[in-house]
């Protein structure tokens, strides 16, 4: 079987998902995910996380191919989440002797998944441990996305192993490292992971990028996705960006229509920003895409534009979903505009302005509610709202 080789003596043994529909039971995943795990094979002998516990078969022939009758000393868990850590009892069961490696966060967590207590060794920041020629550094990043999440920094080779941090969706088909890969094809399954997994913590990943900043890291081994040796300043970029709400021109329009006309002012609206030049323009029909690949274009542009069909006195439901998560996620610095309809009574735009208020947003221009279908004085509002929009844009 092959072996795959960060560097010597340190290998991949993870393993690919192309069975999943949704991740955490909740993001689509058309490209599938891959579960990263590693192997240090020193004097010592580490094991960085483990995988979902479906793969548990594989993932121990993976191991067992570059350990044969070999012992592990430690396994070092870096997160917690049950997709890591899922296969922690099959390794007790296979390596009783071993040593859990985490920080005053992680045992509980242990304990309570896992019924484990016993074994155990705290890490703190800054903490060593020697391998033999190899040695990791530990550190904690709170919150990145869950609260226990730390690092580990392998000196020798300069190789960050990033728990969640700096991954993406989609299985590693045949390339491994990210100089052997189509980037282009990873760059949407990165931003939608960021953005849906780590978005809400970006404050939390702004710290953690700054806490790190002093190491002299050559390669990042995260737990989905590529590993990166070649464009690590690819992925810090990206993730440094993303956490800041660093946005590009252009606009995301979001709508909820039960009969059309909601949606013929959204229609109208884009059509408008495009002959105003906003080139970058995205147009969703709430009830057909999923939340994910919407949140993720509201963190790439700058402007939202949000419609509702009134629906029992409220906003239409999956519109009314979509900005309970964006508000949930604390998304910052966007340009907001509202507009909807109704046919006997409002709610729509009426709660949609309750979400602007909670949002904090700038609001470019009043709201655009139209009874039944749209009639002229409305679609000139519609215009003046996507030319409000453009001119905050350029003024951005």
Same mark, same amino acid.
């Given at each position: 079987?092959?072996?795959?080789?960060?560097?010597d003596?340190? +290998?991949?043994?993870?393993?690919?998902?192309?069975?999943?529909?949704?991740?955490?039971?909740?993001?689509?995943? $058309?490209?599938? *995910?891959?579960?990263?795990?590693?192997?240090?094979?020193?004097?010592?002998?580490?094991?960085?996380?483990?995988?979902? =516990?479906?793969?548990?078969?594989?993932?121990?022939?993976?191991?067992?191919?570059?350990?044969?009758?070999?012992?592990?000393?430690?396994?070092?868990?870096?997160h *917690?989440? $049950?997709?890591?850590?899922?296969?922690?009892?099959?390794?007790?069961?296979?390596?009783?002797?071993?040593? +859990?490696?985490g920080?005053?966060?992680?045992?509980?967590m242990?304990?309570?998944?896992?019924?484990?207590?016993?074994n155990?060794?705290?890490?703190?920041?800054?903490?060593?441990?020697?391998?033999?020629?190899?040695?990791?550094?530990?550190?904690?990043? $709170? *919150?990145?996305?869950?609260?226990?999440?730390m690092v580990?920094?392998?000196?020798?080779?300069?190789?960050?192993?990033?728990?969640?941090? +700096?991954?993406?969706?989609?299985?590693?088909?045949?390339?491994?490292?990210?100089?052997e #890969?189509?980037?282009?094809?990873?760059?949407?399954? *990165?931003?939608?992971?960021?953005?849906?997994?780590?978005?809400?913590? !970006?404050p939390?990943?702004?710290?953690?990028?700054q806490?790190?900043?002093?190491?002299?890291?050559?390669?990042?081994?995260?737990?989905?996705?590529?590993i990166w040796? !070649?464009?690590?300043?690819?992925? #810090?970029?990206?993730?440094?960006?993303?956490?800041?709400?660093?946005?590009?021109?252009?606009?995301?329009?979001?709508?909820?229509?039960?009969?059309?006309?909601?949606?013929?002012?959204?229609?109208?609206?884009?059509?408008?920003?495009?002959?105003?030049?906003?080139?970058?323009? =995205?147009?969703?029909?709430? !009830?057909?895409?999923?939340?994910?690949?919407?949140?993720?274009?509201?963190?790439?542009?700058?402007?939202?534009?949000?419609?509702?069909?009134?629906?029992?006195?409220?906003?239409?439901?999956?519109?009314?979903?979509?900005?309970?998560?964006?508000?949930?996620?604390?998304?910052?610095?966007?340009?907001l505009?509202?507009?909807g309809s109704?046919?006997?009574?409002?709610?729509?735009?009426?709660?949609?302005?309750?979400?602007?208020?909670?949002?904090?947003?700038?609001?470019?221009?009043? $709201?655009v509610e139209?009874?039944?279908?749209l009639?002229?004085?409305?679609?000139?509002?519609?215009?003046?709202?996507?030319?409000?929009?453009?001119?905050?844009l =350029?003024?951005?």
């Open positions: 079987m092959h072996q795959i080789k960060l560097a003596d340190i +290998f991949y043994v993870g393993v690919n998902d192309r069975k999943t529909h949704l991740f955490e039971n909740y993001w689509p995943l $058309p490209h599938g *995910m891959a579960y990263n795990s590693y192997l240090i094979v020193d004097e010592k002998v580490a094991l960085m996380d483990t995988v979902e =516990r479906t793969f548990i078969d594989e993932y121990l022939s993976n191991i067992k191919n570059i350990l044969g009758d070999r012992k592990i000393d430690y396994l070092v868990i870096n *917690m989440e $049950p997709d890591h850590s899922g296969a922690i009892r099959s390794i007790v069961a296979e390596y009783p002797d071993i040593t +859990f490696v920080n005053k966060k992680t045992f509980p242990l304990e309570n998944f896992y019924q484990i207590k016993e155990i060794l705290e890490v703190a920041d800054g903490d060593e441990l020697p391998l033999g020629k190899n040695a990791l550094q530990f550190y904690t990043i $709170p *919150m990145v996305h869950w609260p226990e999440t580990s920094f392998e000196k020798n080779n300069g190789i960050l192993f990033s728990a969640d941090a +700096f991954g993406t969706f989609g299985t590693l088909d045949g390339g491994i490292f990210d100089d #890969l189509n980037l282009s094809f990873y760059e949407e399954e *990165m931003m939608r992971y960021f953005t849906n997994i780590v978005g809400k913590y !970006s939390h990943t702004q710290r953690a990028m806490k790190l900043s002093g190491l002299d890291i050559k390669m990042i081994a995260a737990l989905h996705g590529p040796r !070649s464009h690590t300043d690819y992925v #810090l970029s990206r993730y440094d960006k993303w956490s800041s709400y660093k946005t590009e021109e252009g606009v995301v329009i979001v709508y909820g229509s039960m009969y059309g006309n909601t949606e013929k002012m959204a229609d109208v609206i884009a059509r408008q920003l495009a002959v105003r030049g906003v080139k970058n323009i =995205r147009v969703y029909d709430a !009830s057909k895409t999923h939340q994910s690949y919407i949140i993720s274009d509201i963190f790439k542009y700058k402007g939202f534009i949000v419609g509702s069909a009134a629906y029992n006195n409220e906003m239409f439901p999956t519109v009314e979903a979509l900005v309970t998560k964006i508000e949930h996620m604390g998304i910052k610095d966007h340009l505009g509202v507009f109704f046919s006997w009574n409002g709610g729509g735009v009426k709660n949609l302005m309750k979400f602007a208020e909670n949002i904090k947003w700038e609001v470019v221009y009043e $709201p139209e009874k039944g279908a009639k002229a004085d409305k679609f000139q509002m519609c215009i003046d709202l996507a030319n409000a929009m453009a001119d905050r =350029r003024e951005e």
